[in-house]
């Protein structure tokens, strides 16, 4: 199963397009909030079932704060990130995450990249933003995850105009 990542949109669809129209075909999408508005413009564009969730910015969206997802033996948990001060840390995340019991904690809102892989139960990602990255070199970013044939999980961050991952 292939997985597309990606969050802070922010009511912008140039680079979600690119993104969608590069990484096809996936099975799934995952947005991690600040669609602002485009919901439905975004599942749409996806083309294959989609989960959002509300981030700071989606001040009308009915989207839920947080999901939890189950792919085979893989559960994880998806939110925004700012009700859990991810700004200044993964700490409170990764406990909310566990004790969900999932594998992988996804977030956005902080607009930069992350792959921490350092916990072997618990691997914390964010795509980072394709509308306003704020890590250096500022390139749009998304994630890919991919789960195999024996339900093992692996994760490649990507960045628009790069033409391999770099994880």
């Given at each position: 199963?292939?997985?597309l990542v990606v969050s802070d949109t922010h009511g912008s669809s140039r680079e979600l397009q690119e993104v969608i129209r590069k990484t096809k075909p996936f099975d799934y999408m995952i947005h991690c909030g600040d669609t602002e508005g485009l919901d439905a413009q975004i599942r749409k564009a996806a083309g294959t079932p989609c989960t959002i969730v509300r981030?700071?910015?989606d001040f009308f969206s009915?989207?839920?704060r947080e999901e939890v997802l189950t792919f085979g033996k893989c559960r994880i948990f998806v939110t925004h990130g700012h009700s859990y001060g991810?700004?200044?840390g993964t700490e409170s995340l990764k406990e909310e995450a566990k004790s969900r019991n999932c594998s992988v904690a996804l977030f956005g809102h902080t607009h930069r990249p992350c792959l921490d892989l350092s916990d072997p139960d618990l691997a914390v990602a964010s795509p980072g933003s394709l509308a306003y990255p704020r890590q250096e070199g500022r390139k749009p970013s998304?994630?890919?995850?991919e789960i195999d044939r024996f339900g093992e999980l692996?994760?490649?961050l990507n960045y628009l105009g790069q033409r391999d991952g770099s994880h």
């Open positions: 199963m292939r997985i981030g700071n910015n009915d989207a839920p991810i700004s200044f998304f994630l890919i995850l692996h994760f490649t």
